[in-house]
């Protein structure tokens, strides 16, 4: 089958479904093309947002970087996408993330070049609730009237989340039988278990065999809420000593100032380890060194890519996170520094409980959430 991603940001080094997934259709043996822009999203930390236009092989997938003719917030749009579409005479056209530009021209050219046309729901509203990248009435008066006409061409629409299925259901009017869910996955041949880089990593950062270590990964952004496992964990110092929190997390430096501050005079601040963001193939051995995945609010990908290396997960009760929680870990309703308290207590003072939930998500990542299975649900969905 002859597939075509469209995806504004295309950045293989950071990972993320646009990249897995044209890779596992690749390996399936299918001819998979990804066309994108000449930017990558604008990371608070990446200096250089631009990508060379024009061609490149990634790991048997077709990359045709187009030149950006504006950016506005996430919405970009391209020059010259009719041409490669007329080339490339794809079967499919998988259109990802509705919010920003690409989608609307697949729907555009749909009918001249006659494909079937999937488009796919990645965030679920997130952006617009807490109004950090555009405002509602932008997204009114602009971007609701482009998803609608994206949705309105789709041949099928997919969610990566129940949220998302709401969020179009409601906000643009979809039934919900006319939308499917297809989860994210994990990318099981980087993320896997491997004892050796547990006990490596365990001594480079000074945390004995037999300590309870505790991991946070991701962007240091305001609404994630890291503070509050801070707060919990500094208070579960004051009775447990043999407990350990990593935190992995880069972004704004006024808020990753902020939460080294509430660490810095503490009494056993040794016991926090602050770590700069890393690249993905770096990521492994520190989950593999923790016993337990903490996300004080919001979660993404890392969440399955914890699970793959066998944490047991702590997090809130949100729609996008109950799929891959199922005996594997533990779900708090209010997002608060004392509900992840509880959580995190009940998990130091129950080993078998832990190790249980460790085993659990490992095994759940293996039956359900590799990008294999989800490339496999994504080509019955092509099919039709």
């Not at 001819?31 to 999203?41: A, G, M, N, R, W």
């Not at 971007?143 to 309105?152: F, G, M, N, P, V």
């Not at 080294?260 to 593999?288: H, N, Q, R, T, W």
């Not at 990908?301 to 914890?306: P, T």
Request: net charge positive.
């Amino acid at each position: 089958m002859k597939i075509m991603h469209l995806t504004t940001y295309f950045q293989p080094e950071f990972g993320y479904q646009e990249y897995f997934l044209a890779r596992a259709q690749v390996r399936d043996g299918h001819e998979v093309y990804v066309v994108t822009s000449d930017l990558i999203y604008p990371f608070e930390d990446v200096k250089n947002r631009h990508r060379p236009i024009g061609y490149l092989n990634v790991d048997g997938i077709h990359v045709y970087r187009l030149p950006h003719l504006f950016e506005i917030g996430d919405f970009v749009l391209v020059v010259g996408l009719g041409d490669i579409i007329k080339k490339i005479r794809p079967e499919i056209v998988h259109a990802h993330e509705l919010r920003q530009g690409f989608p609307i021209l697949g729907a555009y050219y749909k009918k001249k070049y006659g494909y079937k046309y999937v488009v796919d729901q990645h965030d679920y509203g997130l952006i617009l609730e807490n109004g950090k990248f555009y405002s509602k009435l932008e997204y009114n008066l602009l971007r609701k009237l482009i998803i609608d006409y994206a949705l309105k061409k789709a041949d099928k629409i997919i969610a990566i989340f129940e949220k998302g299925k709401e969020f179009l259901n409601k906000k643009h009017k979809i039934p919900n039988n006319k939308i499917k869910i297809i989860p994210l996955a994990a990318d099981t041949e980087l993320y896997k278990f491997e004892n050796d880089k547990r006990i490596r990593i365990r001594k480079t950062l000074n945390i004995p065999t037999n300590g309870i270590v505790f991991i946070f990964s991701g962007s240091a952004i305001p609404f994630k809420k890291i503070q509050f496992l801070i707060s919990a964990f500094l208070k579960l110092l004051r009775k447990y000593d043999n407990i350990y929190l990593i935190l992995i997390c880069g972004g704004n430096t006024n808020y990753s100032n902020y939460l080294k501050g509430l660490v810095s005079k503490a009494e056993k601040k040794k016991k926090i380890i602050f770590l700069d963001y890393m690249e993905k193939e770096k990521l492994p051995e520190y989950f593999c060194s923790a016993d337990i995945g903490v996300f004080p609010a919001v979660t993404s990908i890392s969440i399955l890519e914890q699970m793959a290396c066998k944490l047991a997960i702590i997090c809130p009760d949100l729609k996008t996170t109950n799929t891959f929680i199922q005996g594997n870990g533990i779900i708090y309703k209010e997002i608060t520094a004392i509900s992840i308290y509880n959580a995190m207590e009940k998990l130091i003072l129950d080993g078998k409980l832990r190790e249980e939930m460790r085993e659990k998500s490992l095994k759940l990542v293996e039956e359900k959430f590799t990008w294999k299975k989800v490339s496999e649900d994504f080509i019955n969905e092509y099919i039709f």
